[in-house]
């Protein structure tokens, strides 16, 4: 059983588009993320959600916005999207007060 | 400003020899410090957890230190294998999981 899934793996798309990336964990985890990993593999976090509520915002552009469904999903949608949007983006969880955390295994989104 | 740097961007050893692996943070206060692992197209993997009041904790050929002092956290792999190549990310504060920059490991045969 996949704790930690994402779809879709690939995404390719052009500039301008709204996509969105699905998230999804059976590990019964309180606490779902977002990062993006640029090309310099840095991974940056972008979101975090407890129980469905926005915890943490890092500054990331008003054109990303996560959707919390329920505690098990968190996804998430981008509008107009640029060229600098291209990145790998990862969904993780963790118990409350994060101690270890399951990542997805990451969607490439390639803007053209 | 908050910082967390992995000193090497790249590491490359022998099979056999010990790598050490260094994660340094300031204006943290961490309660824990964590250890992952990436391999190429995958996410980051958990390896190690070690809270502030331990000074060093191991799992297998894997063993980390933790200095709140020095601020800093030293990960080592004993008897390294080619299959130990990866990146490693150090992470801490709880509520957002901060990674460091990440070391790329290679262990040549």
């Known amino acids: 059983d996949t704790a930690v899934s994402q779809t879709p793996k690939y995404l390719v798309t052009q500039m301008g588009n709204d996509k969105s990336i699905k998230c999804e964990q059976n590990?019964?985890?309180?606490?779902m993320y977002w990062y993006k990993q640029d090309s310099k593999k840095f991974l940056k976090i972008m979101f975090s959600y407890n129980n469905k509520e926005l915890i943490i915002n890092e500054t990331v552009p008003n054109r990303f916005s996560p959707k919390s469904p329920d505690k098990a999903h968190l996804n998430l949608h981008i509008n107009s999207l640029e060229l600098g949007d291209s990145a790998v983006y990862f969904c993780a969880s963790s118990t409350i007060g994060g101690t270890e955390a399951f990542f997805g295994q990451g969607t490439r989104l390639t803007v053209v | 400003s908050q910082k967390i740097e992995q000193n090497s961007e790249a590491l490359n050893i022998q099979e056999g020899k010990t790598a050490t692996l260094t994660c340094n943070y300031t204006?943290?206060?961490?309660?824990?410090l964590q250890w992952y692992r990436q391999d190429p197209g995958r996410g980051p993997v958990f390896l190690l957890l070690i809270r502030e009041n331990e000074k060093e904790k191991r799992k297998e050929r894997l063993k980390v230190t933790f200095d709140t002092t020095l601020k800093q956290s030293l990960f080592h792999i004993t008897a390294s294998q080619p299959a130990d190549s990866a990146t490693y990310l150090c992470?801490?504060?709880?509520?957002?999981?901060?990674f460091g920059t990440g070391t790329r490991l290679q262990v040549f045969p």
């Open positions: 992470a801490l504060d709880p509520d957002k999981l901060i």
């Open positions: 590990l019964g985890h309180d606490t």
């Open positions: 204006n943290y206060s961490p309660a824990y």
